[in-house]
């Protein structure tokens, strides 16, 4: 007989294996593409196609994380918006707020934080609002 498994368990297992690869494909991209154009005279588009190859991993990630959620039951996936909202609204305050500061100053930053804001924000409230739920 078959043994029957919760769906957020087997949604997670596979988005960990998932999530995995993409990210182990992404810094292997990531690598590789940073050797190329520092060991290579690219020019033009050639550096700008070798630049953004890392991105086709990130792709992956993305994939992983859609059907993560479209394979999680409805409580997992209520916890997962609350979190996302709270990270988007937080995360856009603080960009904001930096925003303003940057008027008096402080150096520009990278998008790239804003990303790590919202995953970073997204995490600490998952335990949080999953608490919630117990």
Request: net charge positive; with cysteine.
């Amino acid at each position: 007989m078959k043994r029957m498994e919760n769906p957020t368990t087997l949604a997670t297992y596979r988005y960990y294996w998932q999530f995995g690869f993409a990210m182990a494909a992404y810094v292997i991209m990531l690598f590789g593409s940073i050797a190329a154009i520092k060991h290579y005279d690219l020019t033009g588009g050639i550096e700008a196609a070798v630049a953004l190859i890392p991105v086709i991993p990130l792709v992956l990630v993305f994939a992983a994380i859609v059907r993560f959620f479209a394979t999680t039951d409805e409580l997992e996936r209520q916890i997962n918006i609350e979190c996302l909202a709270i990270a988007a609204g937080l995360t856009a305050l603080l960009a904001i707020t930096y925003y303003f500061l940057e008027g008096i100053g402080l150096p520009r930053v990278s998008a790239l934080w804003t990303f790590l804001a919202v995953m970073l924000i997204w995490g600490v409230a998952k335990c949080f609002v999953a608490r919630k739920y117990r």
